[in-house]
């Protein structure tokens, strides 16, 4: 793997589930240079547009807060319209020159869509309603998967508990979560 693909998945864990009439994205809270914990309590998921679209992201935290910002805008150039402002995005991210050198990953999410975004232009929305995004994604995302068809879980509950997996194996990643919830 390239050096700038590894980072781009390095040092956090976002999931989002969606089941039944709710999503959640949830965030845990850790950041880290090599091994060192450098904060244990950062916002890695945040509410954009007017409420109704929820976003958490991967990778470089002011390459991410630069990200959100893009969004944030073409949320406004297109409202209700969220596949269409993430691909614009996208385009964006891939073309714009300094765009292009942004290392991060986005899981965006709001009543009706789930959409992982990358750096590479790509706009991917799973068939199963879960994403998992960081270093700690996969480990997150195996858990919400066995636990998704659990009956009296819901959303929020799962990605609790599949976050507290992901924190328990990868050391990018702790217990302080955030979730928030369309």
Not at 38 to 62: E, H, M, P, W, Y
Not at 74 to 97: F, G, M, T, Y
Not at 99 to 125: C, K, P, Q, W, Y
Not at 147 to 155: I, P
């Amino acid at each position: 793997m390239m050096q700038n693909e590894s980072n781009s998945w390095h040092g956090t864990t976002i999931l989002s589930v969606r089941k039944g009439n709710e999503v959640v994205v949830a965030g845990d809270g850790q950041v880290t240079m090599g091994s060192l914990i450098l904060k244990s309590n950062v916002r890695k998921v945040r509410r954009l547009g007017k409420g109704d679209v929820i976003a958490g992201f991967a990778g470089s935290t002011a390459d991410a807060l630069a990200l959100f910002e893009r969004l944030e805008a073409k949320l406004e150039q297109n409202p209700h319209q969220l596949i269409r402002a993430c691909v614009d995005l996208a385009k964006d991210w891939r073309k714009d020159r300094y765009l292009r050198r942004l290392e991060a990953m986005m899981a965006v999410v709001n009543s009706t869509h789930s959409l992982i975004l990358t750096g590479t232009g790509d706009v991917l929305e799973p068939e199963d309603g879960l994403i998992g995004i960081g270093s700690g994604g996969p480990y997150a995302l195996a858990a919400a998967r066995a636990l998704l068809d659990t009956d009296g879980m819901t959303a929020s509950t799962i990605a609790e508990k599949a976050m507290n997996v992901a924190a328990d194996l990868c050391i990018y990643s702790n217990k302080n979560i955030i979730i928030e919830s369309v």
